[in-house]
């Protein structure tokens, strides 16, 4: 009789484990099941294919934040130093006549610039994280605002032509995303850099006991921050066609939406980029698409996303709480013989 | 037997206001364990950070196989084979056991950790150590024992001579203990000298064949084990103390239980503890460092959940059981931590003092009446001999006798019917230490009950009347008041024996 | 002779180290904000002839009164040591439900219940998810501020519901001996804010669960309690918030809470010298933030500084500001 209830209650923590464990694999699988049955042009390689390009601004950008959120910190100036670079890029393309080429690299130094002054606020000053961007993404959203007097500016006809470059059927801004996640997935998991990242995340004080230098690694993952907004803003740019005030306006929330969705852990220490915050990407595009081919209310998406994060976090939160089962590993018993 | 391996000569070091060592030698040979032993603060730490790099000595020189060696960084230690095997575990959870013991330098080949290396070091290490995980176990879902298996392997992957052990077992089970014992045996016939800390005398006996004793910071004793008792060591670390410092005791005459605990249980942590508190009585909570007597004290006002057990607590009425949550109400406690568990370091030496007792200083309006604030704070003051320049004074100014007087200032304010003094004197000089032991016996005398728990046991003896003995979670022994420290001492020591 | 010079000696010494322990304490930056207003209001007395002007003065107080009334419930929570991002967009949503019944026909009285009930529900699912759920405060308000200004975008379609009701309007905006009464809600309001969080048991617990959790629960605090509460008053200002800006702006919209507002409080706050790590500042302070920020956005329109320069502005304030306050706590 005891040890069936205790079966029992074992099997119900196994699902619950199960569930927050893989919780939004199966909401992934839920929803794309739900969708395929009930919006038909929902399941078609056609689909899936705009619905990549829509996301992979967003793949780069979340790539970024994910390595500042690993080591248990938080960078929500990714949106406005999308916004600022993009304007800065065609601002010079346009009225100054640079060549994309070169202007891709300003953008590049600018955006590493930006993620370097956030890094040594945080690192020099002991500044909170938040409050510290939070301060910069004004800054940097005012100083984009000021140059484009918050006006929309075209980009040029063969820049903009750029954005529906495709190899065959699929959009280049795709692969150019996926070989990002790719290179950042392989940083995070396969270098000494991504490695202490993850160490510092565990806790900072460890880290430096074991002799990481930990204000040069956050440092850098913030630069490194900077670098994948400012690549993500281009793409959208290039998308979009024009730099408009629009352009990385809420995005930050949106990437740490998909870093809680993609299993990141906020309080630092666990998450991949690779399947972890793609998973993320994918899971808020997919419902994004789905609502719009079941024709819901485009105004309830922000609801939509909100009601997500909640979830998301909520299951962090269990997750980071989450009894871990220990054990000692002892030789295997010797088999008794008779 | 040849020379030494390591030898420490005349190793002096002084700390602002206290001199930590006074000319310590030590010496150790290869393929031997070498025990150091010594009461809290006799300079051990300070001796072996010394040799581990992390302290400079003042005079003093270190010699390792006849050769004058510096050592002047972590670093330096580690290219002189030294290894330090700390008690407080560096261990990164989420990340795997090869991770962590590669962490300060992974093998790299273009800019890409070489996995594979990584991975075979790592098991040649663990097979070393005879462990049965892998090396891409994730530490989170290792036991502490495999846990100090892995800070071990990390210290051995710089193929070390010497290995410093701190502490090694205070948190590991019997079994995890005796393969831990193996390693070093299997180490001791490798030819590396280790060092071994610890307070539990067992131990010693079982795993090393030479003892150096510390005491307040000088070498006392020592030689080989085989012609040492527990006896002459307890008597080396306590020194010659022919009369107890007992300050007059009550008779232990029945009196009204106020506090009664049964069966208080927290896995892994305490188990099964059962007492009760007399009113007017201070009762000894007695143990070694890690025996769980903090988290007993902790358990019962509900600063740490329990897993089953009952609290009663006398308000007047006779014995209710109380909710761990409600206990705060009638038991004040003074935790061991006072700077991050006790003090509000930038508040005002009035507000600290008042922050439990806020509900008795409401007014007719429920606002706080600062004019009777005032009043019992001054008058707390005066009675604790509070040296302050005023009531506005931010606490984290003050020195630590006058602090842990606020805290103990706090609860006098509050005035609860039971006490819990957690190292109610850790820190302070010897003028504090007597002020703070003579509040303790003037609430009892008031009436009130008053659980000790401290690390020195001229404290304990000085104070308590009657002692619960514990060891690594349980209360073992119960002992009179009229105990001699040879008695305490080795019910701890022995209570560890008999594990 | 002697002894009066050793005297007057000793006098200019004492003098002299009341004097920098005046100036290293932390009084000094929590007069700071004051010391950097007057200096603004001096620069703005000599460049803007008209800023002085009584009209433009109750203007910006007056606009400076929404904002010190959620820097208030955002001080409350910044002192225990959180934040709340979701106060405008919380704010945001009881105007738009408490506008669109009063549009419906309903009581003026309902309508202002029901905008302070949205914004305490709010704040108690925030406070619990914080306290109880142990969950991260900046991101449970900024999923709160994503749901409820996404809850303002749905139901209005982001057109915002007209407010007509001359009643509502007077009952909120009239004057009183000149004095429009949005200032004076703000006034009284800060007033009882810092008698309550100086003089009650919740508000000494408040500072004692900012400064040092784990102290202040071995001190026998209800430290979840106090930390639940401050959300639930956030929630609560953010109501009352919405009732006065509906009136005045005649109207509820989505936009009413949009990002900027979120910085403008908490610039308010910082700059009024509440900590952001928790255990220091007060309402009064932030009342003080608040003026000066609004000071400082309505001088640079006068002085016809673009909206885009001002932001840049108020973040150097913000990190500047941030950045003294972890030096104090250094």
């Not at chain 2, 831990?180 to 030819?191: C, M, P, S």
């Not at chain 2, 000790?452 to 009179?480: D, F, H, K, T, W």
């Not at chain 3, 702006?249 to 809470?257: F, Y």
Request: charge should be neutral; hydrophobic fraction near 50%.
């Amino acid at each position: 009789m005891v040890q069936g209830t205790q079966i029992n209650r074992f099997n119900l923590t196994t699902l619950r484990d199960f569930l927050l464990r893989q919780g939004f694999n199966v909401v992934l699988v839920v929803v794309v099941v739900f969708y395929a049955l009930t919006a038909p042009r929902f399941f078609t390689v056609a689909n899936f294919i705009s619905l990549l390009h829509a996301a992979a601004p967003m793949m780069v950008i979340a790539s970024g934040l994910a390595l500042v959120v690993m080591t248990g910190k938080l960078d929500i100036s990714v949106g406005s130093t999308a916004f600022l670079t993009t304007s800065v890029g065609t601002i010079l393309m346009v009225r100054n006549g640079v060549d994309p080429i070169t202007t891709l690299v300003i953008l590049l130094a600018i955006g590493a610039l930006i993620g370097a002054v956030n890094g040594l606020i945080i690192v020099v000053l002991k500044i909170s994280p938040l409050i510290a961007t939070l301060g910069t993404m004004i800054i940097v959203r005012g100083i984009g605002l000021e140059i484009t007097k918050s006006t929309t500016i075209s980009l040029p006809e063969e820049v903009r032509r750029l954005g529906n470059a495709s190899i065959g059927p699929i959009f280049v801004d795709i692969l150019i995303a996926l070989a990002i996640m790719v290179i950042i997935h392989l940083v995070h998991t396969r270098t000494s850099f991504g490695r202490w990242l993850i160490a510092l995340g565990n806790d900072q004080d460890t880290a430096a006991r074991l002799g990481i230098r930990v204000n040069t690694v956050s440092f850098m993952s913030f630069v490194l921050s900077g670098l994948l907004a400012t690549i993500g803003g281009v793409l959208t740019l290039v998308q979009v066609g024009a730099a408009s005030p629009s352009i990385g306006s809420g995005l930050e929330f949106t990437a740490v939406s998909v870093i809680v969705i993609g299993g990141i852990s906020l309080f630092g220490g666990e998450g991949s980029i690779l399947p972890g915050a793609l998973r993320g990407v994918l899971i808020l595009e997919i419902i994004r698409n789905g609502l719009n081919f079941l024709g819901a209310d485009p105004y309830a998406y922000r609801f939509v996303n909100g009601a997500i994060i909640f979830i998301a976090m909520y299951a962090d939160s269990l997750r980071a709480r989450l009894p871990v089962t220990t054990r000692t590993f002892e030789a295997p018993d010797t088999p008794k013989s008779g | 037997m040849g020379n030494p391996y390591l030898e420490m000569r005349g190793v002096s070091k002084r700390f602002p206001g206290v001199q930590a060592l006074t000319s310590v030698s030590f010496e150790a040979y290869a393929g031997e364990a070498v025990a150091l032993i010594g009461a809290n603060g006799a300079g051990k730490s300070t001796l072996m950070n010394v040799l581990g790099g992390n302290l400079q000595s003042d005079e003093g020189e270190i010699l390792i196989g006849g050769q004058a060696v510096s050592i002047n960084s972590p670093l330096a230690a580690t290219a002189n084979g030294i290894a330090f095997v700390h008690q407080e575990m560096a261990m990164l959870p989420t990340m795997t056991v090869a991770e962590n013991i590669h962490i300060s330098s992974f093998p790299t080949r273009a800019g890409i950790i070489d996995r594979k290396a990584m991975e075979a070091s790592t098991a040649e290490v663990l097979t070393r150590l005879g462990c049965h995980f892998t090396p891409d176990t994730r530490i989170q879902v290792l036991s502490t024992g495999d846990r100090q298996m892995v800070e071990i392997a990390r210290a051995l992957l710089s193929k070390p001579s010497i290995i410093i052990f701190d502490e090694p077992t205070s948190s590991l089970t019997s079994r995890e203990k005796a393969r831990l014992f193996d390693v070093i045996r299997t180490l001791k016939t490798e030819g590396v000298t280790i060092i071994y800390i610890t307070h539990f005398l067992d131990e010693i006996f079982n795993i090393c064949e030479r003892a150096t004793v510390l005491r307040g910071g000088s070498t006392v004793g020592g030689g080989l084990l085989s012609e040492l008792t527990t006896a002459d060591i307890v008597h080396m670390m306590i020194g010659d103390v022919g009369l107890d410092t007992r300050s007059a005791k009550h008779s232990t005459q029945q009196r009204e239980v106020v506090l009664k605990v049964t069966g208080l249980n927290r896995r892994g942590v305490i188990k099964d503890i059962s007492f009760s508190l007399h009113k007017g009585e201070v009762l000894g909570l007695w143990g070694l460092l890690g025996s769980g007597r903090t988290e007993v004290a902790r358990a019962i006002i509900g600063l740490d959940p329990i897993d089953d057990g009952q609290i009663e607590i006398n308000t007047g009425s006779g014995l209710h059981p109380i909710r761990p949550r409600e206990a705060q109400r009638w038991i004040g406690m003074v935790t061991e931590d006072r700077r991050n568990e006790g003090l509000l370091l930038p508040m005002s030496v009035k507000q600290n003092m008042s922050i439990a007792n806020l509900r008795g200083l409401l007014s007719r309006w429920k606002l706080i009446d600062n004019r009777r604030e005032t009043e019992l704070a001054t008058h707390f003051v005066n009675r604790l001999n509070i040296i302050i320049s005023s009531l506005g004074q931010p606490v984290k100014t003050l020195s630590g006798g006058n602090q842990q007087k606020v805290v103990v200032g706090r609860w006098l304010e509050l005035n609860p019917p039971i006490f819990i003094m957690d190292e109610p004197t850790r820190g302070l000089d010897v003028g504090a230490k007597a002020e703070i032991r003579r509040i303790i016996f003037e609430l009892a005398e008031g009436g009130a009950a008053v659980l000790v728990i401290s690390s020195e046991i001229e404290e304990m003896m000085a104070l308590g009347e009657r002692y619960l003995v514990m060891n690594r979670g349980q209360i073992v022994n119960e002992l009179p008041g009229t105990s001699t420290k040879n008695e305490l001492m080795g019910a701890a020591a022995g209570a560890a024996q008999m594990e | 002779m002697t002894t009066v010079q050793g005297s007057s000696v000793d006098n200019a010494g004492s003098l002299l180290t009341r004097l920098r322990q005046f100036v290293t304490a932390h009084r000094f930056f929590d007069i700071l904000p004051i010391l950097i207003l007057v200096v603004v209001l001096v620069v703005l007395a000599l460049f803007i002839p008209n800023f002085f002007n009584s009209r433009n003065i109750v203007n910006v107080f007056v606009q400076a009164s929404t904002l010190g009334l959620m820097a208030i419930g955002m001080t409350v929570v910044m002192i225990s040591g959180g934040i709340d991002l979701s106060i405008p967009s919380v704010m945001a949503l009881s105007a738009i439900f408490g506008a669109m019944h009063l549009r419906d026909g309903g009581s003026i009285f309902v309508s202002c219940l029901i905008m302070l009930t949205v914004g305490i529900i709010a704040g108690s699912i925030n406070g619990f998810a914080v306290a109880y759920l142990k969950m991260i405060p900046f991101v449970v308000t900024l999923a709160m501020m994503t749901i409820a200004s996404g809850a303002a975008i749905w139901v209005t379609n982001s057109v915002s519901v007209p407010v007509f009701d001359e009643v509502f309007f007077d009952l909120i905006l009239a004057r009183i001996a000149d004095i429009p009464r949005p200032i004076i809600i703000m006034v009284i309001m800060a007033l009882i804010a810092t008698l309550v969080v100086r003089r009650t048991l919740f508000g000494r617990w408040l500072y004692a669960v900012g400064v040092n959790v784990r102290a202040a629960r071995a001190s026998g605090v209800p430290t979840n309690l106090v930390i639940f509460l401050t959300y639930v008053i956030s929630g609560a200002f953010a109501g009352l918030t919405a009732i006065i800006l509906s009136a005045r702006l005649g109207s509820a919209s989505a936009n009413m809470g949009n990002d900027g507002v979120v910085l403008d409080i908490v610039s308010s706050a910082v700059v009024g010298g509440v900590s952001i790590y928790g255990g220091i500042g007060s309402p009064l302070g932030a009342v003080m933030g608040a003026i000066f920020i609004t000071v400082i956005s309505n001088s640079m329109n006068m002085m016809q500084i673009s909206f885009f320069t001002g932001l840049i502005i108020k973040g150097v304030v913000i990190i500047a500001f941030v950045a003294f306050d972890s030096l104090r706590k250094q």
